[in-house]
Structures are given as C-alpha cells and as structure tokens.
C-alpha cells in the first residue's frame, strides 16, 4: 500500500516536482487534503523573503495531535505508536499503542491546564529520552502550548539564557537520565537554572532515576501525582477525552534554539500546519515507509531530527517510531545492531557520527546479530564520507538497502536535499536530488547564480553557497521575539533567497554534495555550535584574555573544536589552566561544547582593523604550513609563526 502523496517511481519523481514547482498552491493543497483540519484554508501560499513573511493554509484550523494521533484510532488504536527501548537492556521495553498514546496525551494535556497553562504559553522541555518525552511535547501541542525542548546535555547556564529569550512560564523535566553508565541530574541542573528566574511558575517532574531531588513548595510538582489527578478528570465512563485546541495554520507549534554564527543561540520557530505537511510528506517519500515498517531514529528528541523524525512525522503518517533512550555504545559497540534484531527495524537512521565511531570497533559487535529486517538505512546531520557510507551499506544494509543521505537544518523542518529510498538514485557521500517543492541554487560571492568549473576533472562539477530560491511548507517562520534576526541570518546574504550557511556542490545529473558550513557554524558529532558561542564561554574565564575557536577535520566527530587562547601571563601550570577553561565551557554552554585542542598564543592573527584572521588559523589548524594566503597586512605576522610552531 503507498500513501496518496508517495512517490513511487523515477518518473512520479521528476513529474511531481515540475507540479511543484510550477504550480506549488494547487500541488501543496493536494498534498494537505490529507490531513484533518478543522476548517479548510482560504489561500494556500502567501510569502515574500523580503520581510520575510511565509504563510501556507492561510485560514486554516487544525491541531497537530489530532493527526498524529486521534485520527489513527478507529483503524489502528491497537498497533504501536512507540515502542520504547531503555538505556539498560535488562529493563523491559514499553510498547504505547495509538491508544494508550491519546490516553496519555490527553491526561498530560489535562495536567498542564490543571497547572494553568494556556495556548501560546511557554513551555520548556529538558527530559531524558522516555516516552514521557513524547507525551509531553504532544500535550503542549494539543492545548496549543508551544514547547521548548532542550538537548539534555545543555548546561543550567544555557537553559537560564533559553528559558529567559523564551520569557518561559513551565518547565517539565526528570529527575535524572539514564545516558550510557550516566546518571544525569536533570531536575538539579533545572534548580541551578531557576536561580534568580522570576518567570517560571511551575516545574513538573517525572520520575525516571530515583535521584534525590530538591521539591520547591508552591513550584515543583510531580508529574505522576498530577497525572493520576488528571485521569479521573478526562475518564468519564470509559470514554477518554481532552479536546485539542483550535489552531491557525499559522500558529506556533514549537521554538527550537540553535546555534548561529554571532551571538547566543536563536530560538527557530516552526508553525502548525506547513510544519506537520512537510514532515509527514518527506517522511513518507525520503523513507518510503510502509505501514507496519518499525522505524528507528536515533536521534535524541532534543535536536530538530528527533522532533521531525521521531515524533511529529512517524506519528501524523500512522508509523511505529522506535524510541532509544541510551547510546550506541552501551554495554557495548553491539547496542544498535541489538536494537535492530530484538524489535526487527526495518528503517534504521543515524549520524555519520555514530556510524563512523561504530566503525571504529570492527566487525565483532555484529556478530551473532540478525540484521535482515533492515529495508532502509539514513543518515543526517553531517557530510557522510564515502569510507562510512559504504561500511554502513555493506554491513549493516548487506548491500540490499537503499542509503538515503538527508540533508537538511533546524530551520527547514525536515529533509530538503535527499534520495527517496529505492526511488531515486544514491550516490555515496552526496545527498543526491531536491525534494518536490525545494528549488535549490548554488550561488557566488556576488550571489550571482554560480557556473560550472570546466577544469574539474571527470565531470562538470558547479560549486557555490547553497541557497533556495522559494518557500516550502516546513519553512521557519521568525526567529522567537525577534524577527529581524531571522531576516538578517537567512534572507539578506542574498536577494530574495534564503541562505542556508551551507557549501555545496553539484553535477550535471542535478545532484547536490554538501560540503560543509560556509559561516561560522561548526558540526561537532552532527551537534551544531557556533564559533562565537564557544569563544564567550572560553573568555568567561577569569584568566582568558582573548580566544578564537575554529574547526578542524576529525576522525569520528566530523569536526573537532580548536582554541587558539591568550591567557593571562600569571598561570604557571598549562594542564591546568586547560582543565579549568574546559570546565568553564562545560558550565556556560555544556560537555559537548568542550574544545577538543587549547593552545596557548601570545596573540592572534588580526587585521589592522582588529578582525580576527579565521581562516589563517583554520589552516593551521588543519596542518596547512605554506599557503596561509598574504599575512603580510596582518598587525603582527610574527604571531602566525608562533601559532604555526605551536601546534597541536
Ligand atoms: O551543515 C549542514 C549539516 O547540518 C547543518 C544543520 O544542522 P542542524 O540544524 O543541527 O540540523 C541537523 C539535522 C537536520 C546543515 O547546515 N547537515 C545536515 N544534514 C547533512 C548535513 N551536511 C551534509 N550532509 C547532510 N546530509
């Protein structure tokens, strides 16, 4: 059985994306006559980039649960909606049919009315990954909250600045997380970052750990007292219910923060509609999911990956998401693979990260692991090299499933840039063709339409910045509290296109490469983090007097994090001073922002004009020695020297 808007073919491929580009209201509207709405559009798409202003289903009400969930349940309320694996192995999985799901959704939604929260309202999200997770970002959605949920690897500092760009009034956490051989103190880091909050009026906290916490009176609350409260509220003679709040097309559903180039991470804001048409329509096609097929992401559903692909598209398609709350690695290399054969996934995706990290402990944590339920394998979040790309496609696909290379960002709400599984060709480390309704470009400095290279060898290869000429459904819609950021990040590098930040390439089939970030955005371990961000933390150091961070190729993590540091001339242990400076950083932003090299310098590269000279380090972080290009206008080029014979 396919869906009424998959593609099932090379040729529906290409004659649906000319309908989509075409004519995009009359293609977008088939497509969104698949979901329940409560009141039908008036006008499909309404947009200029010069604002920017987007709009799709202008007129349009609906709620998002109601198609992730309500309207499965006369046909499939018994099939799994979640299946839910711990961190441990010998703690019992959870299955949560469609039914249990609304159930829970319901009574969570009930539990947040009860604590006053109202549509629109902030609600911030900083849990491990328990399907509790996924009933509490749906019970937001369905009373019309909009929820933050932040990566639970952040540290109370960068929840404080989230919580407070956000003016959030509730928060919903655990206890503790189960990560691997981690017990993380979840509610104890959302204490150290409620300390002189003024906006925060309820904390509800789910028990997960058993860790000692500290309860606030007239704060915290439990969120299994609260749930068992609300139960007997929306159970009225067998019948469940909580209805789902009327939403505009055009309402927020969710802030994610991301990491940018310059200044602190910005809050991306995705609406109801075109949020809940494009991921449901690219997880059906990129996927190719069949009904019954179990699904596993591995993402965690802090990232964009695990909201698009975990929750909101799986569930709104009628899917069985896998839900994994621990890490690839424990108890051992064998974790996934274990994953795989014991719940039989037909669709597994990952992070080139994981896989290149797996790839590292051979062929051994495979053995004796059935694999052959696989049908579909993915990956997202970085450029996947060719060596990863054909270990995952030789041993875990077996050579028989398709690869499908996601590209996409938080900003665009789901894939844009993909193969669609066995549909449309995969080329090893390229993410092969635009989705229907993405009209992408490759443009120069200049934001002139960039031009093939004829000295390319083999083939007539186009490089540029890769930008999109028009809106799709999943499109952000505004920077949170401030939209002339968004305008500023996206749509004024160049005219009338949104700028993605990233390189690309493309061939003469029409396949794009990307190659990596153009700005100042690194990917370390597929986790976005901006060079600015880290520098701050890094100078937050009493001892710090100036640091610039830069990237650099790393084996596993894709990129690595290199600060070039001047410390105050006082410290006499280097050890030392670096331990504390990756404690600074671990505090201001979190573990995962950690430098992976610190070097000390006297000084840094810098124009007369006081810019930092990146690139210059950047090459000699990544063990260029010659062609740093001129240094000779540089304010001291001695310093490169120095740098250059200091290196790590
Ligand atoms: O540089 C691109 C890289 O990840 C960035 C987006 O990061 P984030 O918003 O955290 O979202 C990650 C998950 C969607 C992009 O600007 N990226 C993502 N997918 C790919 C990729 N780079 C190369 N190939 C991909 N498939």
């Known amino acids: 059985m396919s869906y009424p808007f998959q593609i099932t073919s090379l040729e529906q491929y290409h004659k649906d994306y000319k309908k989509s580009v075409d004519d995009p209201e009359a293609f977008w509207s088939g497509v969104a006559e698949n979901f329940q709405w409560k009141k039908k559009?008036?006008?499909?798409?309404?947009?200029?980039?010069?604002?920017?202003k987007v709009e799709w289903f202008r007129g349009g009400k609906m709620n998002i649960t109601e198609n992730c969930i309500d309207r499965h349940l006369s046909t499939m309320g018994d099939k799994p909606a979640i299946i839910?694996?711990?961190n441990n192995p010998e703690e019992r999985t959870r299955v949560v049919t469609y039914n249990r799901l609304h159930k829970r959704v319901c009574q969570f939604a009930q539990v947040l009315k009860n604590n006053g929260v109202k549509k629109g309202d902030r609600v911030c999200i900083y849990m491990g990954m328990v399907p509790e997770l996924a009933y509490a970002v749906l019970g937001c959605a369905r009373i019309g909250a909009i929820h933050s949920v932040i990566f639970g690897g952040f540290s109370a500092q960068s929840i404080a600045d989230r919580l407070d760009d956000a003016q959030a009034e509730y928060?919903?956490?655990?206890?503790?997380?189960?990560?691997?051989?981690?017990?993380?103190?979840?509610?104890?880091?959302?204490?150290?970052?409620?300390?002189g909050n003024k906006t925060v009026k309820r904390v509800i906290v789910y028990t997960r750990t058993r860790t000692p916490v500290s309860m606030l009176k007239g704060r915290d609350v439990w969120w299994e007292d609260e749930m068992e409260h609300a139960e007997s509220q929306i159970e009225k003679e067998g019948v469940v219910s909580f209805p789902a709040e009327e939403m505009d097309a055009e309402d927020p559903l969710f802030i994610l923060y991301t990491s940018g180039s310059t200044g602190k991470p910005k809050g991306v804001v995705h609406s109801c509609a075109g949020y809940m048409v494009w991921t449901t329509y690219s997880f059906v096609n990129v996927f190719q999911y069949n009904p019954g097929d179990i699904h596993f992401c591995t993402a965690d559903i802090g990232w964009i990956t695990g909201h698009s692909y975990i929750v909101y598209g799986p569930l709104s398609t009628g899917a069985t998401s896998l839900m994994f709350e621990g890490i690839p690695t424990w108890p051992d290399a064998g974790r996934f693979w274990e994953i795989v054969d014991k719940h039989k996934v037909n669709i597994l995706y990952t992070a080139p990260t994981a896989i290149r990290s797996l790839m590292g402990f051979g062929l051994e944590p495979l053995k004796g692991k059935d694999l052959s339920s696989l049908k579909i394998l993915g990956t997202v979040g970085e450029p996947i090299n060719e060596e990863a790309w054909h270990w995952y496609d030789e041993n875990i696909g077996k050579k028989k499933c398709p690869v499908v290379d996601t590209w996409w960002q938080t900003e665009t709400g789901?894939?844009?840039?993909?193969?669609?599984?066995?549909?449309?060709?995969?080329?090893?480390?390229?993410?092969?063709?635009?989705l229907p309704g993405i009209q992408p470009v490759l443009v120069d400095e200049n934001g002139k339409e960039a031009s093939p290279n004829p000295a390319e060898v083999g083939a007539l290869i186009t490089a540029g910045n890769l930008c999109i000429k028009a809106p799709w459904p999943g499109i952000l819609r505004t920077t949170w509290g401030d939209h002339e950021r968004c305008r500023l990040n996206y749509f004024t590098a160049y005219e009338n296109l949104y700028f993605t930040g990233?390189?690309?390439?493309?061939?003469?089939?029409?396949?794009?490469?990307?190659?990596?970030r153009v700005d100042d955005v690194?990917?370390?371990?597929?986790?976005?983090?901006?060079?600015?961000?880290v520098e701050n933390a890094i100078n937050m150091h009493a001892g710090v007097v100036e640091s610039a961070v830069v990237g650099y190729p790393h084996d596993i993590?894709?990129?690595g994090i290199y600060a070039y540091v001047i410390f105050n001339s006082k410290h006499v242990d280097d050890e030392l001073a670096k331990k504390d400076i990756l404690q600074t950083v671990t505090r201001i932003i979190g573990a995962i922002a950690r430098p992976d090299k610190i070097q000390f310098v006297s000084g840094l590269p810098k124009t007369r004009s006081g810019k930092i000279m990146r690139r210059i380090l950047r090459k000699i972080a990544e063990g260029e020695t010659e062609?740093?290009?001129?240094?000779?206008t540089l304010l001291d080029p001695g310093v490169v020297e120095e740098i250059k014979n200091g290196k790590l």
Do not use: M
């Open 557 to 559: 993590k894709g990129q």
């Open 502 to 516: 990233d390189g690309a390439l493309k061939d003469e089939q029409g396949n794009y490469r990307i190659t990596g």
């Open 627 to 632: 062609n740093l290009g001129d240094i000779s």
């Open 414 to 434: 789901g894939a844009l840039i993909s193969n669609l599984a066995g549909v449309t060709p995969s080329k090893p480390s390229w993410a092969t063709l635009p």
């Open 41 to 52: 559009w008036d006008k499909v798409l309404e947009w200029n980039f010069k604002e920017p």
């Open 84 to 86: 839910w694996e711990p």
């Open 171 to 195: 928060i919903i956490t655990c206890d503790g997380a189960y990560r691997g051989s981690k017990d993380i103190p979840l509610k104890s880091v959302i204490d150290d970052a409620l300390i």
């Open 522 to 533: 690194l990917n370390v371990s597929g986790h976005r983090l901006g060079t600015a961000e």
